[in-house]
């Protein structure tokens, strides 16, 4: 059974950056497609952004696109998303998810294993 574990999640002020981490085990990591994806209170949980199992392609949600840049170390299990600029409006829970099945998903469905979250909090 595979698991994520998301960590680096934190508070800071508008224009700072953070950057979350996520490990991954019990699952094939460098075939497994990564993704970010976050919910704020009172919404549904949107994609950030995701990445091949060998890092080639990425893709971002147009709201973090030129700001956030998500990265990987398949020798290390793990996933990065690099945040900066951040905005107000980018505080939320910030989950990691993995999938061994697609090329590129980005839909929340399409993902197997999912962490529970952390917290981004970003102040004005």
């Known amino acids: 059974q595979g698991h994520v574990v998301e960590s680096g999640g934190g508070s800071v002020e508008a224009g700072g950056s953070l950057q979350l981490s996520c490990a991954a085990s019990?699952?094939?990591?460098?075939?497994?497609?990564m993704g970010w994806f976050r919910q704020a209170p009172g919404k549904g949980r949107e994609v950030v952004a995701t990445?091949?199992?060998?890092?080639?392609?990425?893709s971002y949600a147009h709201y973090v696109e030129g700001r956030f840049t998500i990265s990987r170390d398949n020798a290390k299990n793990t996933v990065y998303l690099q945040m900066n600029s951040l905005k107000p409006e980018d505080t939320a829970v910030y989950y990691c998810a993995a999938d061994n099945r697609r090329y590129l998903p980005t839909m929340t469905w399409e993902y197997e294993y999912w962490g529970q979250g952390t917290q981004v909090t970003v102040s004005s």
């Open positions: 019990g699952l094939t990591f460098n075939g497994a497609a």
């Open positions: 990445i091949t199992w060998g890092g080639t392609s990425t």
